[in-house]
């Protein structure tokens, strides 16, 4: 396969644009995505032109509260960087959007962008099309969501050459809304030579729980808010939480750390246990389990909902714990604090399961074999 790669884009040469959300390297949507493997297309001989709405000065107060001029200021930056796309999308062989292209309004900017390219990839992470049902009181801007339209996404769904989708659920979902009827499930993925376990003593006094997410998905931390309170009423732990944003939780140890790239596998290398709450509801089922994946590369057995992708990953008492209840996170969550051997046979079968399932080298080539489907196409 990797010749005849190799061939067809010694042939082909094409230059592909990147129409996404975020700048390069900051969000793990992206970043534990696609992103990890840009390097590997340029190899390749592709050229790559990233174009991203939010700028890094928009990144910094998106998910903050307040900053409203801002966060204005920094959309319509946003808009005009899409409007100079429009103009340029003629230069490029291939298109290839994540999540939207724009987040706001009408579906026309996805119209004129699918109108205008030769062939478009879209990948959709979460579904979108379930959007709308997600709890206001999560998103710092819910004001906003106001003007987010499912009908973009819907129509990239529809019309693109092929959607890379987040879960197999929503995978199938948009096979079955593609008009050419090309959509495939691709998992996120980990550089497993970056993220590696450490030696950690099984006489540890003060085991540590983790969780890292954004503060778009702290509603789902704090699901647990009354599980740790009891928790910590039985044994001694200490709450791990890397984010974007402050955290506070009485009765419970907690550290609280400001996510960054620079540190981001020291802080993760110091959790025991790993955590993954999410709720019960349609917008889950496109969730790709990212944080899990995350755990698991660094030997961390996982505490997670079972729902969705998750049991796909997790596997209840060899890798982790898979639970639905209250009791069910007591339970399991107290069993780990109690038995290090446990915690690390976990984690063992965690680490090998990434390394065969989940590692960037494992999941390359099937992204290569959409570039070279739609290119090839394209070059007919």
Known sequence: ???????????????????????????????????????????????????????????????????????????????????????????????????????????????????????LIFDVEDSVLAEQQVNKSSNPNPFSQFFKNPNKAKFLIQESNFVIASSPFLAKQCKEMNRYKKSKYISSSVNTERFIPVIKALDLKVVTIGWTGTFSSKAYLDQLSSIFQQLALKVDFTLRVIGNFDYDLPGVNLEVIQWSLENEVRDMQGIDIGVYPLPMDEWVMGKSGLKAIQYMAFGIPVVASDIGTTPLIIANNVNGFLVKTDNDWLASLEKLVLNPKLRQDLGQTARTNALERYSTKVISPQYKIVLQEVLGDNND
């Open 1 to 119: 396969m990797g010749c005849c790669w190799n061939k067809s884009l010694a042939m082909l040469k094409k230059k592909i644009l990147i129409i996404c959300p975020f700048p390069e390297g900051v969000a793990a949507g992206q970043r534990l995505k696609y992103e990890q493997y840009l390097d590997d297309w340029r190899d390749e001989g592709l050229e790559i032109t990233i174009s991203s709405f939010m700028d890094p000065a928009m990144w910094e107060v998106v998910y903050k509260k307040k900053h409203i001029f801002a966060k204005i200021s920094g959309t319509l930056r946003g808009y005009t960087r899409r409007v100079r796309d429009i103009f340029q999308i003629h230069k490029f062989d291939l298109v290839y959007v994540h999540m939207w292209v724009t987040p706001f309004g009408t579906s026309i900017p996805e119209r004129l962008v699918r109108y205008l390219s030769q062939s």
